[in-house]
């Protein structure tokens, strides 16, 4: 079994303090101890670190100044060095997997619900000064000294149009510039209010009776980016001055007596939604915002952005735009369990105003709808709690990131609503809404422990004193208990066969950012056939290798991730360097995903007994099945690979699937049974995800469960397997995960020991990139070589 080693991949401070912990894990740790411990956290960081564009290198760009991270520091590295801050002791913080409870409070150590309106007050000081310290910085208080001129009037039909410009002291660039939209009537009038590039939102608002403001805190006019200069003592991220300049804004609106001081909105896109976000939790005065596709420091939460979700993650974002957030944040990445808040910390501190989380349900790197309805539910117990459920609202959309007017139309719809100008019911529309808690009831687990197979270390304890041998015997209890894991299945009917491929393509390829590679041909089983229950998938050929009967060409079943977009451009560098090397590519949506998000929504009214993940497993076997129906490919050499979800099914697939001629998983497991308190461990399959159900009857007591990933491993042998381990991957333990494959090795040799596990162990956080997909691919490829032998 190939393991790379520790010295190899993590700082030799790292090393002593890791050997410190093992040998002393409940030593109290003196002041100079921690201090080495968290230097050697922040050397591993800086090794692990994505680079921060130099600003000198983008003279070129028109926002070049806003590049920065602050207006003292041009890179992280440079703040890290001025201000000497070190990461937190994390071995000292609680871990929280899940999303923090609002509800509570002294999360992680000795958590007591919050019961009464003074002790939510509490709690919300309290993730005010976390947001302060991790994502905003700190910030003036407003200025006492705000004048205003009008520079500019004219009138447009009955809409008194004025350029307003607000200055609150001597620094020349202690200013901001309005534009402000009157219409006719003496009003009060609600506000519409956005950022410069947002003119055309505020438009549509005005035309429907708002009184609109846009302000200088977009790229395209930001006037806020100075504020940093104004007040150096303050070191608020560039998100914080353009909200801070917001709020400059409601003072000028404050003075007017055509304005409803009751009824003022806030808007923003993208990362003028992030902004808007932070303006309205320290600004109550902002009484209805809308966060519209925001992404990773908007809708999304941080816990659900590292690259198994393939959103824009703390690693990625404080790489590209470091400016935006406090570089506090950075410490955290693939730490992301260790906050103390999360986005719904950020949003609660808005309640009890209104607030809609937007986005689209497809919005390729910033718009999971799964992890956005997480942020809903946990908000809509805060703005109950405050006896206003209907102030928390989602609306979902379909296409990519930009907007048309129609979104807008709705978002004032919401508004009029919220502001009693209409009568109308909004629908909060879900595309995840299981709950375990309701998908159990009636059903009954008692006989589940009943003739269960021994798990993998107690297998293999039996092999050792002679009392058990049946290798077979023991693989089939498990493919058994496997399947009770996927649910019952329904009865149905295969598909037709394949008679021919495509070049047709699905109208959703025309949304979503299918794969396109160079070096190769895709052809598409639909829409005239099908896989299985009416699916479709794409399989990409090299353009050397023309299908006929003599051909013979391997395939890869290559199983995408958590990522709404389903299968898309993020794969092209795997699926070309496998043509490269004369392999096919078969890849396909799975259920809830990408073309299936509808589908997957509405499953377990469908199919109440069944799983999302046996649905999956049986979607990915039809696959196999289809492929080994089409002239010029190898039915006897189709491999399995995938990342993070992807690689999850295709290891409960390849227990199940004879035709798996091989398995390559990257990320895709950690042993439930030893799963501690820092990973999401059973119930992110029963709860979180909705993609085991039947395992939620175990998650109060994982040591019980029937079968475990290492005996669902050990039931695929002796297949070839290879398992991509990241060293610091958060949801997984590393050593357990060695252990089990340690032991799969001598289960494979108990079977004669043609294959042994392979593991790879890349350095970093839970990341499937570059090495470790030529990893992936050499392997599988060297596999292909010696059964084609």
């Known amino acids: 079994m190939k393991n790379c080693q520790l010295s190899l991949l993590f700082p030799p401070t790292f090393l002593l303090l890791l050997a410190f912990s093992l040998l002393n894990p409940h030593a109290a740790k003196t002041q100079s101890e921690d201090s080495v411990l968290r230097k050697a956290y922040l050397e591993n960081l800086q090794q692990l670190n994505r680079p921060h564009p130099d600003p000198s290198e983008r003279a070129r760009n028109v926002f070049a100044s806003f590049e920065r991270l602050s207006f003292k520091d041009s890179t992280w590295d440079a703040w890290q060095k001025r201000t000497g801050e070190l990461p937190p002791n994390f071995e000292a913080l609680p871990d929280i997997p899940f999303l923090p409870e609002l509800l509570v409070t002294n999360e992680g150590k000795n958590p007591t619900p919050i019961k009464t309106l003074s002790q939510w007050e509490s709690k919300k000081k309290v993730i005010s000064q976390h947001v302060k310290q991790l994502l905003s910085g700190t910030f003036p208080d407003p200025p006492e000294n705000l004048s205003w001129e009008i520079t500019e009037e004219r009138m447009e039909g009955k809409i008194k149009v004025q350029t307003v410009v607000l200055k609150f002291g001597e620094h020349p660039k202690a200013r901001l510039t309005l534009e402000v939209f009157l219409p006719p009537g003496p009003g009060p009038h609600p506000v519409f209010m956005s950022q410069w590039n947002h003119r055309g939102w505020v438009q549509i608002a005005v035309r429907r009776g708002y009184l609109g403001v846009i302000y200088a805190g977009a790229d395209v006019f930001d006037e806020t980016i100075h504020y940093q200069e104004v007040y150096p003592e303050f070191d608020w991220s560039a998100l914080m001055t353009r909200a801070w300049g917001a709020h400059r804004a409601v003072d000028y609106l404050y003075s007017l007596p055509q304005v409803d001081k009751e009824k003022i909105a806030l808007t923003g896109h993208s990362r003028n939604a992030k902004l808007s976000l932070f303006a309205a939790a320290f600004d109550p005065r902002i009484t209805a915002v809308i966060s519209s596709s925001g992404g990773t420091g908007g809708e999304i939460p941080y816990r659900y952005t590292d690259e198994r979700h393939a959103n824009e993650s703390i690693d990625y974002l404080n790489s590209i735009r470091p400016q935006w957030f406090h570089p506090r944040l950075r410490f955290y990445n693939g730490r992301e369990h260790k906050l103390p808040i999360d986005q719904n910390s950020l949003m609660a501190l808005i309640a009890p105003n209104a607030l809609l989380l937007s986005s689209s349900i497809r919005e390729a790197g910033g718009g999971d709808p799964w992890a956005i309805e997480q942020n809903y539910l946990s908000l809509k117990k805060v703005y109950s709690f405050l006896g206003v459920p209907e102030k928390v609202s989602l609306r979902f959309r379909d296409g990519k990131h930009a907007l048309a007017a129609r979104d807008i139309e709705s978002y004032v719809d919401w508004l009029d609503l919220q502001f009693g100008r209409s009568q109308d019911t909004w629908e909060n529309k879900r595309y995840y809404a299981y709950d ?40 089939e209890n498990i493919r058994k208990w496997t399947r009770w894991t996927l649910g019952e299945q329904p009865e149905g009917i295969a598909a037709s066969p394949i008679v021919s491929l495509s070049s047709n393509t699905d109208y959703m390829d025309l949304l979503l950012n299918r794969p396109a590679v160079s070096n190769g041909r895709r052809q598409n089983i639909a829409p005239y056939n099908a896989l299985g229950d009416y699916q479709h998938g794409a399989l990409y050929l090299p353009l050397d290798k023309p299908l006929t009967k003599e051909s013979k060409i391997p395939v890869v079943v290559y199983l995408h991730k958590y990522i709404n977009t389903g299968f898309d451009a993020e794969m092209n560098p795997f699926i070309r360097e496998c043509l490269n090397k004369g392999m096919a590519v078969f890849t396909m949506d799975l259920l809830g995903y990408g073309s299936r998000i509808e589908e997957g929504a509405s499953f377990y009214k469908r199919y109440p007994n069944w799983s999302k993940m046996g649905k999956m497993v049986k979607d990915t076997r039809d696959a196999i099945r289809a492929l080994g129906q089409i002239e010029g490919l190898d039915s006897n050499r189709i491999f399995l690979a995938g990342y993070a979800l992807g690689g999850t099914v295709a290891l409960f697939t390849a227990a199940l699937e004879d035709q798996v001629a091989g398995l390559a998983i990257a990320s895709a497991f950690t042993p439930l049974r030893s799963a501690d308190a820092s990973m999401e461990g059973i119930k992110a399959y029963s709860h979180l995800y909705g993609l085991i159900p039947n395992w939620g009857f175990y998650s109060e007591r994982p040591s019980n469960i029937p079968v475990d990933f290492p005996e669902i491993l050990a039931s695929s042998l002796p297949k070839p397997l290879l398992v991509i381990s990241p060293e610091q991957d958060r949801h997984a333990d590393l050593q357990e995960i060695s252990n089990s494959l340690e032991s799969l090795e001598k289960i494979s040799d108990q079977m004669g020991g043609k294959h042994l596990p392979d593991q790879y162990i890349p350095k970093g956080f839970n990341r499937f990139g570059l090495e470790s997909q030529q990893e992936m691919i050499s392997w599988i490829y060297q596999q292909t070589q010696m059964t084609n032998e």
């Open 436 to 475: 375990f808690d309701t998908w159990k009831q009636g059903k009954n687990p008692s006989d589940t422990d009943k003739n269960v197979p021994l798990s993998l270390a107690a297998y293999l304890n039996a092999i050792k004193t002679g009392e058990r041998t049946d290798v077979n015997d023991w693989q």
